[in-house]
């Protein structure tokens, strides 16, 4: 197998294995994720995500805070039971309490079963 070759399989396996690897870490992308402190305790959290045009996101579920990290899970509801399969973007902007220490925002979005959709970082503005 020539160097040419072997480079070009290790390519296509790569972009093969990345869908997989989009869904193990949840998926869906937290589009335009921003942590914003308002007041002193006050945290903004602002992102977009495709979803169910039949599911609605709740008030975030607040968990401990370490080095600076803040814990934030967004669950989400069925809001018929059932729906078409329409994708439509779904616009979270949520208020959220942290503390002084908070430097960053570990943001989880939940489906409706309790899986994870989407779960990413955000570094207070």
Do not use: W
Not at 1 to 26: K, N, W, Y
Not at 63 to 78: H, K, M, N, Q, S
Not at 81 to 91: L, P
């Amino acid at each position: 197998m020539t160097l040419q070759r072997a480079a070009g399989l290790a390519l296509a396996v790569a972009l093969l294995a990345t869908p997989a690897l989009a869904q193990e870490r949840g998926g869906v992308v937290l589009e335009d994720l921003t942590a914003a402190r308002i007041h002193d305790n006050d945290i903004k959290i602002e992102f977009t995500y495709q979803g169910s045009a039949c599911e609605e996101v709740l008030p975030a579920a607040v968990g401990e805070e370490t080095d600076g990290t803040l814990i934030a899970v967004f669950p989400t509801i069925a809001t018929a039971e059932v729906c078409t399969m329409q994708v439509v973007d779904i616009e979270v902007d949520q208020i959220i309490e942290g503390s002084n220490a908070t430097s960053s925002v570990d943001v989880t979005l939940l489906a409706p079963d309790g899986t994870v959709l989407g779960k990413e970082l955000a570094r207070l503005d």
